[in-house]
């Protein structure tokens, strides 16, 4: 499981250096085999997932119908995009030039683990979710159920 949130720089030649915290869950449970993609849903944010829960998250997401647009869009993202990634001996990894474009993801950059995957932001992105709150009206039921 991967948790917590590390301020990162992404170097001249888009590699990014993964935290050792995570580098040794990577190394251990992923077999240091990772799959970058897009986050469909936010904008300034990358996923980096474990290469055996990609499987089962691409497996799911090739499944939908793609007669539904929306379907078609989050396969693009999703699938379409993917990178494999395996750190190099010093625990980087290349980001595509393309990703770091299109996700704003520039010179400083904030990882966090989610669980199953890694979320990779912009420094900016970041920030502006990480100021957001939640209100009365945003809490759902499954919500009003946690014990925080």
């Not at 991967?2 to 720089?9: D, N, S, W």
């Not at 449970?29 to 897009?38: A, F, I, K, P």
């Not at 750190?87 to 030039?97: E, H, K, N, T």
């Not at 979320?119 to 209100?135: F, N």
Request: with cysteine.
């Amino acid at each position: 499981m991967f948790q917590g949130e590390t301020a990162i720089t992404i170097d001249d030649k888009g590699r990014l250096a993964i935290p050792v915290a995570f580098r040794e869950i990577v190394a251990r449970e992923c077999g240091n085999r990772l799959v970058l993609t897009y986050n469909p849903f936010d904008q300034g944010s990358l996923y980096l997932y474990p290469e055996a829960a990609w499987q089962a998250v691409r497996d799911q997401v090739v499944a939908l119908s793609p007669f539904v647009p929306e379907h078609r869009v989050l396969q693009r993202m999703l699938v379409g995009a993917a990178t494999p990634l395996e750190p190099d001996s010093a625990g980087r990894v290349l980001l595509p030039a393309s990703m770091r474009m299109t996700s704003g993801i520039e010179k400083k950059a904030v990882l966090m683990g989610m669980g199953g995957r890694l979320e990779l932001w912009s420094e900016q992105a970041h920030l502006a979710q990480m100021r957001q709150t939640i209100g009365q009206a945003g809490i759902s039921a499954a919500m009003q159920d946690l014990r925080l």
